[in-house]
């Protein structure tokens, strides 16, 4: 399995943004699918983004799309989710992830075996 490091979250205002990183080690950065995932208080955990193994293809919640971004460098084993025009209700402990196998980072929660240990984002109004 790969470990996986996030940082960047952080308390920002309503309409700020913020750029979270997941550092991978422990496993060849290109052979997996990743993911961001985010958890609220009380709530179920929710796929946020997804990236392949290239960074070709890239898949979105309805609820971020146009607002954030997800890239990832290979070179440096580094995932990214650059987060814009951010919201009170994006507040949450953002987790990477890093899907098993071949699988795709489509959003499917059991599609991932490797998670971060999270970074708390918080968004002011």
């Known amino acids: 399995q790969v470990q996986l490091v996030e940082s960047g979250g952080g308390l920002v205002q309503a309409g700020g943004s913020l750029r979270l990183s997941c550092a991978a080690s422990?496993?060849?950065?290109?052979?997996?699918?990743m993911g961001w995932f985010r958890q609220a208080p009380g709530k179920e955990r929710e796929f946020a983004a997804g990236i392949s193994r290239s960074g070709g293809s890239t898949y979105y919640a309805e609820f971020v799309k146009g607002r954030f971004t997800i890239s990832r460098d290979n070179a440096k084993n580094t995932m990214y989710l650059q987060m814009n025009s951010l919201k009170p209700e994006d507040t949450a402990v953002y987790y990477c992830?890093?899907?098993?196998?071949?699988?795709?980072?489509?959003?499917?929660?059991?599609?991932?075996?490797?998670w971060g240990q999270g970074t708390q984002v918080t968004v002011s109004s």
């Open positions: 422990g496993h060849t950065s290109s052979s997996s699918a």
């Open positions: 992830a890093a899907a098993r196998g071949t699988a795709q980072a489509m959003g499917v929660r059991s599609d991932f075996d490797s």
